[in-house]
């Protein structure tokens, strides 16, 4: 067997825009490989979730029809199966595209030590972040922990733009190694029937990543910059799962959709790709917020613990009309509109006071797009303890937020169904119809659906007392 230059798919599951895979390739046929790490993620906040690991089973079938069914699947100690293949084969090349989590960095470091003592090339790309945490800083130095200067300064300014898209090659892919197995033996597909109906709402791989894309920019582009804003309507891409497995690059995006118009709806495209560079950012610079408060006052916040509560939230029960369309629409399909993951966010932390780690581990199970990186930014960001985050007394109030964001109750009744008769104008604030408008409408409120848990004004004034005892 002649020597094998190894490409390790990690989240970088395409062949187009693949660094990488381009570097492997530029000698002859590449030996891709994947390994499953069950070792390394020990903290649960790092696991898959089983939406996830549902798109990752799904995911990596669509990338091995590409490579002609030349995928080497492994699961356990990364470091152990590379070396078990270093004593078995004789190995020219071995590369990978950059991960950017904290236990990632470090696995990977001792990866590359292994790999440089054996005298095998190694080589390291960057295929998911437009720009390199490391490159990123302020004048002294230090990072950034304010979104607007880190972006329009940092990024903008200071370097030149995001690395040209890397061509997609007619790549050739060794025979199969014996010592690997298949994608079945991951054993990724969820127990849990919850997962079959996820399959009706996703179409999964490079090429459909792409079609979305394109759809979105033909169809959903135009008036992005208030109708992302909109639940029922289509100026959202829902390509976050997309990217967060690299079916599909930001480089990839960022160069397309620089020639689509008008400009004003491409400039906060750009400025939302950059809103997930800052994610990946933070957690490079300040590792340990990933399951820490980054805002230290925040550690001595009383939070609650309030299991009807939480059971309320996670199953759409709160009789709060619009946090609950959210989390059915999250249970539903694996995903929510990210207007409404900010109100739900808000409402679990700052209404219900439930420590937003509870939320993320939620999230981190039912997302389709979960990303370690976007969910501890996003979920500090509502909680008031991350980097330029939201002032904890900013509390999103769900009546509002229903009423300016899905005036029709489109979204809402979609995904809370028994109150689609209700007339829009109670439809935010039930309660405040009579007996004689729910009967009407065929509904027995408080069975049908649920009053609410708290009061809105109520719990506001108890958070903004428990985030006294915090301040100064």
């Given at each position: 067997?002649?020597?094998?230059?190894?490409?390790?798919?990690?989240?970088?599951?395409?062949?187009?825009?693949?660094?990488?895979?381009?570097?492997?390739?530029?000698?002859?046929?590449?030996?891709?490989?994947?390994?499953?790490?069950?070792?390394?993620?020990?903290?649960?906040?790092?696991?898959?979730?089983?939406?996830?690991?549902?798109?990752?089973?799904?995911?990596?079938?669509?990338?091995?029809?590409?490579?002609?069914?030349?995928?080497?699947?492994?699961?356990?100690?990364?470091?152990?199966?590379?070396?078990?293949?270093?004593?078995?084969?004789?190995?020219?090349?071995?590369?990978?595209?950059?991960?950017?989590?904290?236990?990632?960095?470090?696995?990977?470091?001792?990866?590359?030590?292994?790999?440089?003592?054996?005298?095998?090339?190694?080589?390291?790309?960057?295929?998911?972040?437009?720009?390199?945490?490391?490159?990123?800083?302020?004048?002294?130095?230090?990072?950034?922990?304010?979104?607007?200067?880190?972006?329009?300064?940092?990024?903008?300014?200071?370097?030149?733009?995001?690395?040209?898209?890397?061509?997609?090659?007619?790549?050739?892919?060794?025979?199969?190694?014996?010592?690997s197995s298949d994608i079945d033996s991951l054993n990724l597909l969820p127990k849990h029937h919850w997962k079959d109906k996820l399959n009706k709402h996703w179409k999964i791989g490079e090429e459909s990543a792409m079609e979305k894309y394109i759809h979105f920019r033909d169809n959903g582009l135009t008036g992005?910059?208030?109708?992302?804003?909109?639940?029922?309507?289509?100026?959202?891409?829902?390509?976050?799962?997309?990217?967060?497995?690299?079916?599909?690059?930001?480089?990839?995006?960022?160069?397309?959709?620089?020639?689509?118009?008008?400009?004003?709806?491409?400039?906060?495209?750009?400025?939302?790709?950059?809103?997930?560079?800052?994610?990946?950012?933070?957690?490079?610079?300040?590792?340990?917020?990933?399951?820490?408060?980054?805002?230290?006052?925040?550690?001595?916040?009383?939070?609650?613990?309030?299991?009807?509560?939480?059971?309320?939230?996670?199953?759409?029960?709160?009789?709060?009309?619009?946090?609950?369309?959210?989390?059915?629409?999250?249970?539903?399909?694996?995903?929510?509109?990210?207007?409404?993951?900010?109100?739900?966010?808000?409402?679990?932390?700052?209404?219900?006071?439930?420590?937003?780690?509870?939320?993320?581990?939620?999230?981190?199970?039912?997302?389709?797009?979960?990303?370690?990186?976007?969910?501890?930014?996003?979920?500090?960001?509502?909680?008031?303890?991350?980097?330029?985050?939201?002032?904890?007394?900013?509390?999103?109030?769900?009546?509002?937020?229903?009423?300016?964001?899905?005036?029709?109750?489109?979204?809402?009744?979609?995904?809370?169904?028994?109150?689609?008769?209700?007339?829009?104008?109670?439809?935010?604030?039930?309660?405040?119809?009579?007996?004689?408008?729910?009967?009407?409408?065929?509904?027995?409120?408080?069975?049908?659906?649920?009053?609410?848990?708290?009061?809105?004004?109520?719990?506001?004034?108890?958070?903004?007392?428990?985030?006294?005892?915090?301040?100064?």
């Amino acid at each position: 067997m002649s020597k094998l230059a190894i490409h390790w798919f990690r989240r970088d599951l395409r062949l187009a825009d693949n660094p990488s895979l381009h570097y492997a390739a530029q000698n002859g046929p590449v030996t891709p490989i994947f390994i499953l790490d069950t070792v390394n993620n020990t903290q649960k906040e790092f696991n898959l979730g089983e939406a996830s690991s549902w798109w990752l089973h799904h995911s990596l079938n669509s990338l091995n029809e590409s490579l002609g069914d030349r995928i080497n699947c492994f699961s356990g100690d990364p470091l152990k199966i590379i070396e078990q293949l270093i004593s078995a084969y004789e190995i020219e090349s071995f590369s990978w595209n950059r991960c950017y989590s904290p236990w990632e960095i470090e696995r990977d470091t001792k990866i590359k030590s292994l790999l440089k003592d054996n005298d095998i090339e190694v080589k390291t790309f960057n295929a998911s972040l437009l720009w390199e945490p490391w490159e990123i800083l302020k004048d002294d130095n230090t990072p950034y922990k304010v979104f607007s200067p880190f972006y329009r300064k940092g990024c903008l300014k200071k370097h030149a733009g995001p690395r040209e898209v890397v061509e997609k090659n007619d790549y050739s892919f060794s025979d199969k190694l014996a010592s690997s197995s298949d994608i079945d033996s991951l054993n990724l597909l969820p127990k849990h029937h919850w997962k079959d109906k996820l399959n009706k709402h996703w179409k999964i791989g490079e090429e459909s990543a792409m079609e979305k894309y394109i759809h979105f920019r033909d169809n959903g582009l135009t008036g992005y910059k208030e109708g992302r804003n909109f639940p029922a309507q289509e100026n959202v891409s829902v390509l976050s799962p997309h990217l967060h497995f690299g079916e599909i690059s930001p480089h990839q995006i960022w160069f397309d959709i620089k020639s689509a118009c008008p400009e004003k709806d491409v400039a906060h495209f750009h400025s939302e790709l950059g809103w997930r560079e800052f994610s990946y950012y933070l957690i490079y610079h300040f590792p340990f917020m990933c399951t820490e408060n980054l805002n230290k006052r925040f550690d001595k916040f009383p939070w609650s613990e309030n299991h009807d509560f939480l059971l309320a939230w996670q199953k759409g029960k709160t009789g709060y009309p619009i946090v609950d369309a959210g989390m059915r629409q999250l249970w539903e399909t694996g995903y929510m509109h990210n207007r409404v993951r900010m109100i739900v966010a808000s409402f679990l932390v700052k209404n219900l006071l439930i420590d937003w780690r509870v939320g993320m581990e939620w999230f981190n199970d039912c997302l389709c797009d979960a990303d370690l990186a976007n969910n501890t930014a996003s979920w500090q960001w509502t909680a008031g303890s991350g980097a330029d985050a939201a002032p904890y007394f900013r509390i999103f109030n769900p009546i509002l937020q229903g009423k300016k964001f899905d005036p029709d109750g489109e979204y809402t009744k979609h995904f809370v169904p028994e109150l689609k008769n209700l007339p829009s104008k109670f439809l935010f604030a039930p309660w405040e119809a009579d007996d004689s408008v729910f009967e009407e409408a065929g509904i027995n409120y408080g069975e049908d659906y649920p009053k609410p848990i708290v009061s809105i004004e109520e719990s506001r004034d108890i958070a903004l007392k428990a985030y006294d005892q915090i301040k100064g």
